[in-house]
Structure formats: C-alpha cells, structure tokens
C-alpha cells in the first residue's frame, strides 16, 4: 500500500477529503517527530511504541577484506508493537 492509497482509504473510513486527511496524516507524524528529536518515546494504544534508541559503538569486520573497521555509535528508530498485534502476525493475520 502507497501514500496514496492509504490516504484515499483512511479518508473514505473518516470521511474527509483526501487533502484534508493528508494534512492530518502530516501532523501526527511532524508531532511523533518532534517526540522522537527530544528521545521520547511514542505509545499508540491497542498498536504499540515507538521509541529511539541508541546503538553503541562497535567493530565490524569487512568479510571480503578482512578488514577491521569501527562502526561510529548512532541513533535509531525502533518499533515495539503491543502483545495482541505479535500475536495477530503470529498467526497470519488472523485473530
């Protein structure tokens, strides 16, 4: 599913026009940005969290050289969903 579509199916569940309901789309996730750039962390109930974390620095080795190189410390975005989202993929989608 593209931009697109999601937006012209969330738009006909709301009932709103389809630039009306971009906007909205573009607002929650400008405000779950701006949570992420303060390290906070984003809980959707019934869905899951998403919070930041920081992976440590460590060393890689580059298996067609051999070669050892230090792989800098970094942020990254992680997605935890809630128990019964796991269980719903656990069994392919259904309940």
Excluded: C
């Amino acid at each position: 599913m593209n931009n697109k579509d999601f937006i012209t199916t969330l738009s006909q569940r709301l009932g709103y026009s389809p630039d009306e309901t971009q906007r909205m789309v573009d607002i929650v996730i400008e405000t779950m940005s701006d949570h992420f750039q303060e390290d906070d962390s984003v809980t959707i109930p019934n869905f899951g969290t998403f919070e930041v974390k920081k992976k440590m620095e460590r060393i890689m080795v580059n298996p067609a050289t051999g070669q050892r190189m230090l792989v800098p410390p970094k942020l990254v975005l992680n997605f935890k969903p809630n128990a019964s989202w796991k269980d719903r993929i656990k069994n392919g989608g259904t309940e």
